[in-house]
């Protein structure tokens, strides 16, 4: 059976190619590499000793994408494919609006002019906002995006909703809470373009000395330690979750499905915690300053994740601290590849 896998050279797409390799589905990749790079695709094959099919272009080009329909037998998607910067997102609306909606709409008019179903889509849990309780289930409330990025995400689950209805198709919506660590081998993990903005790469960066020093960005919030919380899920539990997600629209005997899952460990943590669990499984300093809040950030947020688990017989299996450990493990891999 061929999966589609857009962005599938990208952090979660990546890792989510490799645990769908290692349950015997063909895999297609379409990439445009605007945020990726070409080696993942050797590395998927020295994970997995199978190379998956690879499609180097942009999804905006709907004639390319026509004839990867026309190549495979694409059975489901698995969309990855989308512009992630939140800050970049407020400066270039148009670029986020037209990229990441075109880029879905023209994988939906494919599936619905091949008469395709099962679509995973990544959203993200900026959908959320600021919830008013914690922790965050399916039910919670959405409250307006607080950038354009955030509102690419809920307008990509509204397109899914009417495509569902409208064409009875099986889709899933998985709602990720914030993604960290790397690929066991350390073959796969972020690769964080310029700055990062991202709390565990920049902890990362600052330990191996390519930044000076973490900003911990506000330590007067309402919460124990006065720093940030949020719920760290290991990419490679995430992956695993769309597995286990597409497993079921296959499986599903009803025509239209519409799945929305919360992907999280259902923990939060804060900021301090995390650089002091990086610390500690890395025995490694992460020099710090402490910061004004940055503009945006909300308290606090952390899933129930217990929906996955019921339904998809999924959950977080990986402390924090294996998950920055595979980071650092990660950052030297990079380092030694750059000499
Ligand atoms: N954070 C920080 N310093 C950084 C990057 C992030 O203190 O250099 C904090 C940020 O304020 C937030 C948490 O770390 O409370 C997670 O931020 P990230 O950007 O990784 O994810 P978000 O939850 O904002 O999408």
């Not at 349950?23 to 994970?47: Q, W």
């Not at 209805?165 to 919506?173: D, F, G, I, N």
Request: hydrophobic content about 35%.
């Amino acid at each position: 059976m061929s999966i589609l896998v857009t962005g599938g050279l990208g952090y979660i797409g990546s890792h989510t190619v490799v645990e769908l390799i290692n349950h015997n589905f063909e895999v297609v990749i379409v990439d445009d590499l605007s945020n990726s790079e070409k080696f993942i695709l050797n590395n998927i094959e020295e994970i997995t000793g199978k190379r998956p099919i690879f499609y180097p272009f942009d999804l905006k080009r709907k004639e390319l994408l026509s004839q990867v329909f026309e190549a495979h037998i694409i059975s489901g998607c698995i969309h990855f494919a989308a512009s992630k910067a939140v800050g970049e997102s407020m400066i270039k609306p148009l670029d986020y609006y037209e990229n990441n909606l075109f880029s879905l709409i023209n994988v939906l008019q494919e599936f619905r002019k091949r008469d395709i179903s099962n679509f995973i889509f990544s959203s993200s849990c900026t959908v959320y906002g600021q919830a008013d309780k914690m922790p965050i289930d399916e039910n919670t409330p959405l409250k307006e995006a607080e950038s354009s990025y955030g509102k690419t995400k809920q307008m990509g689950e509204d397109i899914l909703k009417d495509f569902s209805r409208a064409y009875q198709k099986r889709v899933s919506l998985l709602r990720y809470f914030n993604p960290i660590g790397a690929h066991p081998t350390a073959l796969l993990g972020e690769l964080p373009s310029g700055i990062p903005n991202n709390l565990v790469p920049y902890v990362t960066q600052t330990a191996a000395g390519i930044r000076e020093k973490l900003s911990i960005w506000g330590d007067d919030y309402p919460t124990e330690d006065g720093t940030a919380v949020r719920d760290y899920i290991y990419v490679v539990d995430l992956a695993k979750a769309h597995v286990a997600a597409l497993k079921k629209l296959i499986n599903s005997e009803e025509q239209k499905v519409l799945d929305i899952y919360n992907l999280g460990t259902g923990k939060g943590s804060s900021v301090l915690e995390v650089v002091k669990a990086f610390e500690l499984a890395n025995n490694i300093k992460v020099p710090y300053q402490i910061c004004p809040r940055r503009e945006g950030d909300i308290t606090v947020a952390y899933a129930n994740a217990d929906k996955a688990e019921k339904e998809l017989g999924w959950k977080s299996e990986t402390s924090l601290e294996e998950a920055l450990r595979t980071t650092w493990e990660w950052q030297k891999y990079l380092k030694e590849k750059s000499q």
